[in-house]
């Protein structure tokens, strides 16, 4: 027994005032039943939703037009101004054009754990191309999945020979590495680099405050510098000091031709003080 009679709902209705002989100009109306409504809502949503991605759209193009133009975009967030990226580090001379610090291009070695065939035949085969390599801990690691960087100073040859095995996992890439041909000599001058970080301190340190456009040219002369280093630590060892300094200026015009510190340190290695 039906309890109610359900009239089904007009798909639409049409009043025309101009088909009941009214005035051309009179006003009309049309009445949209359900479906016509919910057609009519799904394109408003379907109309915003494109309006939406639209400006994200214009808004994430203008973000990359303003980082690819704008100069800031070489640096990297950091301390003070930014870092500079290793591969825009520009160099720095003693008074002489002598370098202080380059950059180099080097090739580094990494291997997806998770790509290898044989984690212990990997790591044996590297050991014997590569010596520095720890077979054991290497193929430890590979077992694991992790993802190992191996040596990231490759020499052409040794890219060639490691090439050469055929080890599923190896990949080689390209980097940049900051290098300090004069080793420990004006090392707490210069300063030195860390991954990450740019800049820790010395002349390092304030390139990336002052982001110079040329290499940097400082008043150092490298031949006084060797005669100071060696006068301070011959000085210190005679005397037993913790530590020692010294400088050597130019009276006429100020300039800094030597500044020394001992203990020392060689900024290719600044974990290992000298």
Known sequence: MKLFNRRKKPTAYLL???????????PHATVLGG???ATAAARRRIGMCAVCISVAFVALGG???YVSLDERATFAGGRGTGRIAAESRPEIWDRNGRLLAVNLPMTALEIEGDDVWDAEETASRLAKVLP????????????A?????????LTPRQQKRVFALGLGGVHFRSMTKRFYPQGALAAHLIGHTAPGEGGV????YVVDQTRPKAALQTTIDIRAQQI?????????????????WARVIDVETGDILALANEP???PNAPGLAS
């Open 16 to 26: 025309d005032a101009g088909a009941s002989g009214a005035a051309p100009d009179a």
């Open 35 to 37: 479906r016509a409504k």
């Open 63 to 65: 973000r990359v037009a």
């Open 132 to 143: 520095s390599v720890n077979a054991a801990a290497l193929a430890e690691k590979l077992a």
């Open 145 to 153: 999945g992790r993802y190992v960087s191996v040596v990231d100073d």
């Open 201 to 204: 301190m010395g002349l390092e």
């Open 228 to 244: 100071v280093e060696d006068a301070l630590a011959d000085a210190v060892n005679r005397y037993e000091a913790a530590a020692g």
């Open 264 to 266: 020392d340190f060689d």
